[in-house]
């Protein structure tokens, strides 16, 4: 399968290890990957502030970057939640926003995988970000209650880590409470951004877990900035680098 690897602003300027991380992760699983140094944001920043017109024109950018391949992979629900719901009302329909996944999602419901060898004893707690949830469906959203509990079925997230050697997952409570960041929020608003992403930092000590991940690295960056502060709570680590925790580089 050709793979073009997605790689967020925030991503590449903040956090290159994660970028790093999927790549490997996707060649361990057969893909020929591709990456486009010249590809730039996808819009999410001016979609969230509404300014349309400069979204559209990085979007009409970024689906002429990606035309051609099988499918486009990133390590960013949001950016991934962008493309999948906000493009085709842009006018940019085609095949982008169908062909476009999160790595967890694509790993597991488009390749069918979820043992990749991985190896990481510790144990974790799942940050469930607000667009894989309630966008991309990656895990069950609180607000449905026991039955959809049960029809969803474990997340996919929850799927791959549940295979990783060696390590435990852990439960906070209201496990896909928003974190805080929020994008443009966290900026508009930063002393409640601060508050919320404290009361999660706090609920993830108090479940036990030594490390958070999640399908989003903007918000993992958020609680770590937090973390750093405050001097308390679990290690983010990007759910990428725990899933090539056991492939050599």
Known sequence: MRVALFVPCYVDQLAPDTAMATL????????EVHYDPEQTCCGQPFLNLGALRET?????RHAA???GFDAVVSPSASCVATIRAHYPKLGLSGMLPARTFELGEFLVRKLGRTQLGA???RRVAILQSCHGV????LARASELGPAGKARAGPGTTEQLLNQVTGLRLVTPERADECCGFGGAFSLKLP???ARVGRARLTALQECGAE???GTDTSCLLHLEGLRRRLGFGPEPVGLAEILAS????
């Open 65 to 67: 970057r990606f035309r």
């Open 119 to 121: 190896r990481f004893p």
């Open 211 to 213: 490390v958070v991940t």
């Open 24 to 31: 490997r992760v996707l060649e361990s699983v057969g893909c």
């Open 134 to 137: 309630r966008t991309l469906g």
């Open 56 to 60: 559209r024109g990085l979007a009409e």
């Open 191 to 193: 002393e409640v951004s």
């Open 246 to 249: 056991g492939i050599d580089p």
